[in-house]
């Protein structure tokens, strides 16, 4: 092997690994590369198994220019891996851009069912005026649901709520919340009350448009001393302004229940025809919207407030009766029959 040759053949190896290198477009062309060109069987690491058989004063200069061929691929081999990788890295940039100008996907909102809407509406009116929220359960007995309301078993007002019995003797769903007013009475006496009761009622009726199996109710209490006709008046007055606007005109027409002494039942103005006279009012000018009373005085003694110290009222409406009137709902069997179409209206 001649002197020139053997430097022929490094200049060839540098020559061809930068070519080859100059192809390279990726990582994995990268590694091939480096194995090519720098790996342990590569002409250049090959030059330096040669170094013995070259005579003896050719081997500095030969091992010198072998050392700078190999450093000078290591140097190229870094650029072009920097090139490689920032060329990549701009293709995700560009084939991964988020496109900010395209309008966005509408999320699915849910909405409060209607009966909670007028629910939230009631709470709200009643708790500005100093009521607080009471609950109580909805499967009773015998004894909370009528007999300590005055409502003795073979009473003839028993025919005014259709039961569901359960197997259980004596115990039912409750077909008003009035019940609740004992069980507040019990928890709290002998303190003065002002209390809310809603819940969910269940009547064993022929399902129509305007009566249902299971419907809610909202009861009104309050019991201390002194409390007259005229503080039940004024707080359903003050309830019916809130709920239907300043200007509503309202009647109490003289009702009976066994558990409030005298009794009534309110009518407010009907606000379609605005007391002219409309199918929704049955031509009469009024819509009925709760029975209330002053509490009997065996109901205040069952509930262990002395009736001669103390006197209360009471009042009972029906929420949804109030949102078919407000929103015009002819059935109210649409309140729990799940149909979209009805409740996407709310
Ligand atoms: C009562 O249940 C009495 N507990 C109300 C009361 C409370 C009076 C406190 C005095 C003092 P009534 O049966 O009228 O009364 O029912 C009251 C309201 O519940 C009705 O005005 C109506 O809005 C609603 N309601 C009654 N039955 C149904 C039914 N089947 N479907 C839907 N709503 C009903």
Redesign the pocket.
């Known amino acids: 092997m001649t002197e020139t040759q053997v430097f022929e053949d490094l200049e060839q190896i540098l020559q061809q690994g930068l070519a080859a290198l100059e192809e390279v477009k990726d990582e994995a062309g990268l590694q091939a590369w480096r194995t090519a060109h720098l790996g342990r069987s590569a002409p250049v690491m090959q030059m330096f198994s040669r170094l013995p058989q070259l005579p003896k004063e050719l081997r500095p200069q030969v091992g010198q220019r072998a050392n700078q061929v190999k450093q000078a691929l290591e140097a190229a081999l870094a650029e072009r891996g920097e090139q490689v990788r920032a060329a990549s890295l701009q293709q995700k940039l560009a084939s991964e851009r988020v496109d900010v100008t395209l309008p966005g996907r509408q999320p699915l909102r849910g909405r409060l069912h209607p009966e909670t809407q007028v629910l939230r509406r009631i709470f709200a009116v009643f708790e500005e005026m100093g009521f607080q929220v009471f609950r109580s359960r909805d499967v009773e007995t015998d004894e909370y649901n009528f007999e300590l309301l005055n409502i003795p078993a073979y009473h003839p007002a028993r025919d ?2 259709d039961t569901f019995y359960t197997t259980r003797p004596g115990v039912l769903l409750r ?4 019940p609740g ?1 004992i069980h507040v009475m019990r928890a709290s006496a002998p303190e003065p009350i002002r209390a809310i009761l809603p819940g969910m ?1 269940y ?1 064993y ?1 022929q399902v129509s448009a ?4 299971q ?1 809610y ?1 909202v ?2 209490l309050a019991v201390g001393k002194n409390i007259t006709f005229g503080d039940l008046k004024g707080t359903v007055n003050g309830f019916a302004r809130r709920m239907f606007g300043q200007n509503v005109r309202t009647r109490l027409r003289p009702s009976y ?1 066994p ?2 002494e005298p ?1 009534a039942e309110m009518d407010v103005e009907c606000f379609v025809c605005g007391g002219k006279g409309c199918p929704v009012c049955k031509g009469s000018g009024w819509l ?6 002053m509490m009997h005085p065996t109901v205040l003694r069952n509930g262990g407030y002395d009736p001669e110290v103390y006197s209360g009222f ?5 929420p ?3 949102s078919m009137l407000q929103s015009r709902i002819e059935d ?1 069997r649409y309140f729990w029959a799940n149909d979209l179409r009805f409740l996407e209206q709310f």
């Open positions: 005014m709520w077909t008003h919340t009035s007013q009622c009547r009726e305007r009566h249902e199996t419907f109710q009861e009104v229940f558990f409030t009794s009925e919207i709760m029975g209330c009373g009471a009042a009972g409406m029906g949804e009766r109030i109210i």
